[in-house]
């Protein structure tokens, strides 16, 4: 048991303090996320709004991503990641306070969109940031580090929002959440200074070296795969949720308990098992591949028996793909950005999740609307088997470049 303990926490050695810091920022930060998840039965609950309208919504959801991860990218190669993570934690507080508001259709379409943008530009600046604050050596496990500050919170988030819900009311949780990414801005503005760096630095980070991200051909298929697996795993956020509530009968509460046990699967075993992933040199892209592998079974099981425990098996079988493919797919991006373009590459990469939201929830509520959930679930596990072919060619372009010799 002590040797389990004492490797348990070797995995979380020699990170910089700087890492810890954001991680707790970032904690906390997601401790209040409670809207996200129970927002489309938000939509449907409380303002009455059927699946397809749901679904637009979503779309502007996915588009305000889109432009604010694009936006944060650039901002972050311009200004750096401090200001850019500062401004998007702080005025994105005060877009959910005032989100909760808005009534109409339009209003909270237009609403939508606003809010994600200003949060999302904090995407591709975490990305950086990660790197910036990490030993070489280090950055999967930075990124990780950072994943499982957002899990835990994610976790605790969506147990408290469910109770919430029960006891009060869904206008709840945007004050919360507002409220929450406000002092996570000010706790990073005030204890958390940028890096310092030299002038011969600057004026490095000023050059673009390589290749722009989509004139890199092995970097768009791996945005190609991103944006087409996410397409699928965002149904984990608005779909899904519905799926549970209206073919087994949960309530928001319980939902809420199955989203904790994505977050606290994810906080117990990620970083021990990067740690292990990694000692065993494992290929960034074939890592991915499992990823896609595992997501696509977790939707196909939900076929296999009307038993609600299936849930859970199927939570903890996407959870183990999220976990094995999303931190090393964000490091196999970051190594393949140049410098003076890591901004602009982990904007575009952030940028897959983001067209997944644009996509994906419309997709999947319009699918479900014309096939029913069983049809649709079928439909995407068989679509990430294409993903997966995808992936292995990935493997195989970057096994035979000379430039991506450990992905």
């Not at 980070?205 to 991103?226: A, C, T």
């Not at 088997?385 to 430039?403: D, F, G, H």
Request: aromatic share 14%.
């Amino acid at each position: 048991m002590k040797k389990l303990y004492r490797n348990y926490i070797q995995n979380f050695q020699g990170l910089s303090k700087e890492i810890w810091f954001l991680s707790l920022v970032t904690f906390i930060n997601r401790a209040g996320a409670m809207v996200i998840p129970f927002l489309s039965l938000y939509l449907v609950n409380d303002k009455g709004f059927s699946l397809p309208e749901v679904g637009w919504i979503m779309t502007c959801f996915g588009l305000g991503s889109f432009f604010g991860t694009l936006l944060g990218g650039k901002l972050t190669d311009r200004f750096g990641f401090y200001i850019v993570i500062v401004a998007s934690l702080f005025f994105g507080g005060i877009a959910f306070v005032l989100v909760g508001f808005l009534n109409s259709f339009v209003a909270i379409c237009l609403g939508i969109f606003t809010l994600i943008f200003i949060a999302d530009a904090y995407r591709p600046a975490i990305f950086v940031a990660c790197e910036a604050y990490s030993k070489p050596g280090n950055v999967t496990r930075a990124i990780a580090l950072i994943r499982l500050a957002i899990n835990l919170g994610f976790s605790i988030g969506p147990l408290i929002g469910g109770i919430i819900i029960t006891r009060l009311s869904y206008g709840s949780l945007f004050w919360i959440d507002g409220i929450t990414c406000v002092i996570a801005a000010i706790m990073l503005f005030i204890m958390l200074r940028p890096k310092k760096i030299d002038e011969t630095e600057k004026e490095a980070l000023r050059m673009k070296h390589g290749r722009p991200p989509l004139r890199n051909g092995v970097f768009v298929l791996l945005l190609l795969i991103m944006v087409t697996q996410s397409i699928v795993f965002v149904q984990y956020f608005s779909v899904v949720p519905l799926y549970y509530e209206k073919a087994h009968f949960l309530t928001p509460d319980l939902i809420g308990w199955l989203l904790f046990l994505n977050g606290a699967m994810i906080v117990i075993f990620e970083m021990p098992l990067i740690g292990w992933l990694e000692r065993k040199k494992i290929s960034k892209s074939i890592a991915s591949l499992w990823g896609v592998l595992l997501l696509s079974a977790s939707l196909f099981i939900l076929n296999v028996t009307t038993w609600s425990g299936i849930l859970i098996v199927g939570m903890i079988l996407m959870t183990l793909g999220e976990m094995i493919g999303s931190p090393f797919s964000s490091a196999l991006a970051l190594e393949m950005a140049p410098k003076g373009r890591k901004g602009n590459y982990m904007a575009y990469f952030s940028m897959t999740f983001s067209v997944s939201h644009l996509v994906g929830h419309n997709t999947g509520m319009n699918l479900v609307d014309t096939w029913g959930f069983d049809l649709t679930w079928y439909a995407m596990a068989g679509f990430l088997l294409l993903i997966a072919i995808l992936t292995l060619w990935l493997y195989r372009q970057l096994k035979n470049s000379p430039n991506y010799e450990s992905t």
